[in-house]
Structure formats: C-alpha cells, structure tokens
C-alpha cells in the first residue's frame, strides 16, 4: 500500500502549492485588481457588460444581488428545459435523439442549474450534442460562477465596514467566468484531448472488433464538457457511467488532473478568504480543518476497499495484493485507476459537491461506502463545491464562534463584529436547511411505493443505501450515485433510454434540488447583508480567536456534530450494516 | 425586477452562444488539428482497417487472445451503465465463484501450478466501465503460458509482447499499470496470423 499512500500524498502536495498563487489571483479578481490576463480579457469584459447592458460599477446591496441571482438562474432553468424539451429541432444531433419528456426534463434542468448534474437522463444515449454543449456545458460554467459570487458576497460583508453595498451580481458572473473559469477550462481541455479524451463531432462508428465482434464507438464533444465539469464542481459526465469511461479519464495522469480541476478552486478560496477578509490565519485556519476531514475520508476509502468485500471473500477470491495485482475490491473499478486512485477520487468528489464517478458507487463495500455517506452529510464543507463549500463552511464557522461565545460567557464576535440574534437564526436556518430537506425526502422515498419502484438492489441495506444516498446527493448539490438508483421501473432500460422514468422521483429530486440550492444560498446572502452593516470593534483579550489550532478543532466538532446527530442513524442502516457484516443478500 | 429579467435573457443568450457554441467549437477545432487523432478516440488499426480504440475495451473469447475483464455490459461502447453489485451480494458471490471456476479450467491447462490464490482480482471483477481496456500483469503473466502455447510461441517472447504493451503508472507514481488488451492482442495477430 505505499505506493498508494504515495500517490495521495503527491496528490495532497499538489494541490497545497496551488492554494496560494490561485487564491491569491482569484482575490484580486474578486477584488477588482490587475492581474496577468487583465490585457487580453479587459476588453473582452467591457464588451460583456455593453452586450448585458449592465453598470458594472453599480453596486448592490444583498436583496438587489439575491434579486439578480434567482432572476437570472431562473431564466437559465427555463432556457435549459426548453432545450432539453425541444431537442428533436436542433442541429448537432447525428444520432437522431428525440426530445426528453417533461418529468425527466425538469429534474435535469433543475439538476445542472443548481450545480448537481444528477443524471436519470441517459447521456451518450438520450442527449444530443447540441444539448450536451449549448444546455448542459452552459450551466456548468454558470452554476459554478454563481457558486462562487455567493461566497465572493459573504466573505465582503464579513469584511465590510458598516457598508450595505456587497458588490454586482453582473460583474462578479461575468468576471468569474472571463478571469476563472473559461481561461482553465479551455487549457484544461486541450490537456485532456492531449491524453485521449475525444473531441469531435462525429456520429457514432460502428466497427468490427479484432475478434470478430461488433462494437459501437460513441463520439462527442466530450473534453469540452469533462474540463468544466471538474473545474466547476458539477460532475455530470457525458456518458452514463462518468469519469470511469476511458473517453472521459483515458488514464492514472487524467484521473490525477481531474482531481485537481476539481479541488483547486474550492481550496484556493481559503486563501482568497483570508487575503479579503485581511488576515491570512483565517483562511488557514479553515484550509486546515477541511483537511483534516478530507483526508480522515481518503484514509478510510482506501484502507476498506483495499481489504475487499464480503462477496468476494465468500466467493473464495484472494484479496490481497501481490505482484502484478492491485488486490483488494476491484469490482466496479478500473485497472489503470486500481485502489488508490479511486479511493482518492471518491473522497474527492464526495467533499466537494461533485459529483463525478470514477467508479461505481454502489459497489464500494460497506465501510469504505459509507466514507461518501458522512461527507455529504456534514454538507460537502471540506473543501466543498465551488463557492458553496466555502460559504456553508463560513456558516459553520459563526455557528462555531456562538458555541464558543456561550462556553465563555462572551457575546459572540467574529472579526470583531457581534454576531446578534439575527445572524444565528439565519445561520441555523442555512446550516439545517439541506439535512432537513435531506431526511424529508429520503423518507417520503423510501416509504412511497412510486419510489420504491426505483430501488435495485431490494429490500436490504444496499436498498435503503441507494434512496438515502439519491436525497442527500440531489439536496447537496452533489450528483453522484448508488447507481441502481435510477429514476426508473427496475429492471432499468438499459442507458435510461426509455420515454418514461417515474415521475415521481423525477419531481420530487427536482424540487430538493431548487430548494436546497437556492434556500441555504438566501440565508447566506442574508447573512451578509446583516454582517456587512455591523461595525469593527477591535479585538480585546477576552476575544475568541478564529485562526488557531483550539478553534480548528472546534470547528470540526460541530461539523461533525450536527452531521452526526442528523445522520448516524440512517447511514447505520445502510452502509455501515453492510460493512459490519459478512453476511450476503 | 423588469429590468434583472431582461438582463438575464440577454445574459442567457449571450452565455448560450460563448459557453455553449462557442467554446467547444473552438476546443473542437483546435483538437482536430492539433490533436487528430486522440480527439476522434484513438482508433487501432489492423489489416488496413480500423478494429477498435486503444482506450475501449473489448471482447475477446477465442483461445489465441488475451482476454479483458468481465463486462456488465456486454463491452457496449455506446451504451453504458455500471453493474451496481452491493457489497454484500449474494448474486456478486455467485458470478465471482463462476468467474474464478471458468478461468482456473481454462488456465490450468496451460499453467497447472496455477491456483486459485494466484487469480488476480480484476481477472474476476466487473469493471466500472464495462470496457476497462487493460488486465494486470498478473492476470497477463497466467494468460500468456494459454496464448502461447496456442500460438506455437515462446513463453518468453509473449513476455515480451505483454511488456511492450503495458501502461506504465503515469509519471511513474499515478494510477495502476495495466496491459492493453486490444494492442496485445494486435501485436500476436501480426505476429502469428491466427488461421
């Protein structure tokens, strides 16, 4: 196993030396300030705001900026369902796929706008190429830019001094998209395309095999779509089964890329955080504690799937690694990944809310399963989704700071502003909103026989795994999957290509969807709003500090506090059965 | 209100066209001539024609191949889906204990010290994509003794072969070496036609 801890560590490595130089230049983005692209981009920019007939220089105070975010993701949904619904009409679609129904179309929409990608629809097999780029790839870069406005918001008015002002929603998408994300994406993909990813806009090819056979090549503009949906923390793959298709991730340094496009920007804006809000500790302080959870997660992935699962155990197959072989629970998983690769992926994008697949899911055993189960459940917040796992994070933060008010007996202050009554209530609303939503749903699912039709695996633990694990990945934002869980009558049509799944789940995930995106993103800007407007006291002695080791371990307490007291109970029952037992099903 | 509903229709528009005409046709463009042939799928070709891609899977059943992993679906390259068996399956008990059964009769008439402790994982295990292209080395190792016993080959020279055609850990350090099935499989063709 060396060798394995080896890669994570150089992973670990990696992506510790990006945190500064990305999160320094993202702050000046946020910031207004000069950076090495500003020559090419400026112009672009300007042309941008002309274009959206926009003031850039205007600001908004939270509400108006609230306003503008849900006017304009609105819109976005709409336009995203239209085009999903009307696919029969556009060009690019040399396959001839059909238009999506209405359910399944409006569980997509609401999937890829609030920065899920949770996928009942088929890919390579219901979605035209004009949809996959002018529906699909759009709300990639778009929900991710929203994301990150939001946190871009929240850190302002942590900073601000007895302002309302918080900034301009048009500016900060437009700037976040020229400066961040179009300029990665593009170099990111190119990369990709270097290493095997496709990137063409062919029809499919039939082909006969070296032996004989008969094998269909899917095609597609797939690079295009895979960079952004790992720089933006989306995760929808193009084809059915995600990152673990050789034309989305052909091989160890893809796989290894992938991981970073995921977790660089989430990481890097610890340090943008600290550098706006003026002080780098704090940025640290929280780059740390999401460490911390990040890499107790890795740890448990690996160790377990590399002890192998029940089943193969009971079936008389040596699990253990010799020379030549990975060993361990390769069901499910690819060879030139192995153990570790995937259970680093796993971690990864199961701390972030993306939600992509290198792997399949369902096939974990039980303990190293479970590791996805408890970082959705504290809420993606180490490093989390792109903006979203900042911002949830900062909640957790003031939450934290008001525990360790009331342990002191001390109004609670947060860089020297008091946290009052109000800014609890709507940090509680915004930190219980998703788990709430969360139990609501996985528990209407599981009891209702519409739903039920939707389960795989039967009435056992991996069953109740898969509608638990479709609630909390749909609520935060996620995407991944215990796959069996499909939207469909069991047995499923194979690449979800029938007309009809049910209707009933694809309602009832799309409403999770829009609310626990948009509900928590609310509360967030109010917050803002409320701490933009508070003035600075300077900090005393009996000030709580926020950026040393003691607040650290406190602020992982109450992550895994609330997800704890929230969780323990239903992952029990799933996975955690799964992995305490030898017995089959 | 008015007036950030017609801001976000422009803004959508434009958006559609940058992000999402725009820019993978300009990606597309520029992997077409830089990138030819990685960005149609790294096709293989044999006998002047094309027999798959490099990086998809396929299947392989004849006694003069190598053969890929087990498939949950059929080795489909267009129409994908995980196999999804729990942990705890008792149906992923069964197929495993078939798939360890069927590949020691087959091996061990080439390799009788073959046991079943020796049988790599991936050899038995459903990949995640159902066209993982690559074996392990072990599993390779134990096929090689079928493959050139029934080619008329040298152990040593399809040792040789199954080097050649393995993909090294990237830089040296990331992912799992694997032996490409199909160009493995290419080589011994051009090696020694199969009649």
Redesign the interface.
Known sequence: MT?GW??IA?FLAVLLALVKPVGLYMARVFSDQRVFLTPVVAPVERL?YR????RPEQGQDWKAYA??LV??S???WL?LYLILRTQGAHPLNPQGFGSGPWDLSFNTASSFVTNTNWQYY?G??TLSYFSQ???L??QN??SAAVGIAVVVVLIRGIAARSASELGNF?RD?VRT?LYVL?PA??LA??FL??????????H??A?????G?Q?????G?V???EAIKELGTNGGGF???NS????EN????T??VEMLLILVIPAALTYTYGRMVGSQRQGWAIFAAMSVLFVAGVAVVYLAEQH?????H??????AA?????????????????I??TSLWTAVTTVTSCGA????F?????IG?AVPFVNLGLGEVAFGGVGAGLYSMLLYVLLAVFIGGLMVGRTPEFLGKKIGAREIKLVSLGVLFTPLTVLLSAGIAAAAPAAKQSI??GV???GLSETLYAYLSQANNNGSA???YTGFVQP?P??N?SAHGLTFTDLLGGVVLVGARFAPILFVLAVAGALAGKKVSPAGLGTMRTDNPTFVLLLIGVVILVGALTFFPAILLGPVS??L????? | MRRDLLTSLLAVVVLTAALGLAYPLAITAVAQVVFPGAADGSKVSFDGRVVGSELIGQEFVGRAYFHPRPSATGYSADVTFFGNAGPNSAELRDSIEEDIAAYLELERRYDPSLTRARVPVDAVTESASGVDPHISEANARIQAHRVAAVRGLSLARVEELIADHTDSRSLGVLGEPGVNVLRLNVALEEEVPRR
């Open positions: 060798q080896l890669q150089v941008a274009a959206l007939r926009v306003r503008s006017v304009f609105l819109v976005s336009a088929g390579e097999t780029m002018a529906g790839t759009v870069f778009v048009w998408l998209l179009v994406a593009a993909a190119l395309v270097s290493q095997g990813v496709i990137q063409n806009l062919d499919s090819q082909i006969q095999t070296l032996g056979g094998q269909v090549l899917a095609q503009p690079a295009s779509q084809f059915n089964v673990a298709y050789p034309f052909p091989s160890g340094l796989n290894f192998g699962s029940p089943a193969q009971a079936a008389g197959l040596h699990t010799f020379d030549g072989s990975t060993g361990g629970n390769m069901v499910g998983k690819e060879q030139r990944f192995g570790a690769s697949v290198n792997a399949a369902e096939s974990l055993t039980g399963g795989y695996a056992n633990p991996s215990w796959a069996g499923n194979p690449g290509a799964n992995g037992s030898a017995r089959l099903f």
